[in-house]
């Protein structure tokens, strides 16, 4: 079954980057052709039926699967990024971290008004980094269509941060 497969790949590395969280290492999934794409057909058969326009891929773990997905979906891919990558004219959006700061961004042209948008990102923790992707998603005047992630950690109760843009929140993996 393909949870049990992503249980059983996903490395789990205590303490990094720093101590005491442990790091959900999907690299294992991606030398694992046959796995990434039953991923992708499990994405789309659970999208089935939610009107998607645009998937929009979270830096840099998030354009893994995002753009798998938006290929196997037939749409456009949009990366939303870190602060000074994208080249063109941007919308920044800045998010508290447990120490300090980020701001991601998009580019200004990303989406069509009313848009209908699928975040994506590999891994759901305390739901900061989507927020701040939602917000950039509605300050553009699209909308956020939903939310796809591998991986839930859902002792972090993030699901919660995420309903006011959709309710329709798919993680294949919830720890
Ligand atoms: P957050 O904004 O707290 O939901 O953090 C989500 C972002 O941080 C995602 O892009 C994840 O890739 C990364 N991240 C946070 N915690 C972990 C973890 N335990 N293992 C792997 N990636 C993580």
Request: glycine share 8%; net charge negative; hydrophobic share 45%.
């Amino acid at each position: 079954m393909l949870i049990d497969k992503l249980r059983s790949t996903i490395r789990d590395i205590p303490d990094f980057p720093q101590p005491g969280i442990v790091f959900k290492d999907i690299t294992p999934i991606l030398k694992d052709p046959e796995l990434c794409n039953a991923i992708v057909e499990e994405f789309a058969s659970q999208l089935d039926g939610i009107a998607i326009d645009v998937v929009a891929g979270i830096e840099s773990r998030g354009f893994l699967f995002g753009l798998m997905l938006a290929s196997r979906l037939g749409l456009p891919f949009v990366p939303i990024r870190k602060q000074g990558k994208l080249p063109y004219q941007t919308i920044a959006e800045g998010y508290k971290l447990e120490y300090g700061q980020a701001i991601i961004e998009v580019h200004a042209d990303a989406f069509e008004k009313g848009d209908k948008v699928l975040i994506h990102d590999d891994l759901l923790a305390t739901g900061g980094t989507v927020v701040a992707a939602s917000k950039l998603v509605e300050r553009t005047g699209a909308q956020v269509a939903g939310f796809s992630f591998l991986i839930s950690l859902d002792f972090l109760h993030a699901k919660s941060r995420l309903r006011r843009f959709s309710e329709d929140i798919i993680t294949l993996i919830n720890y």
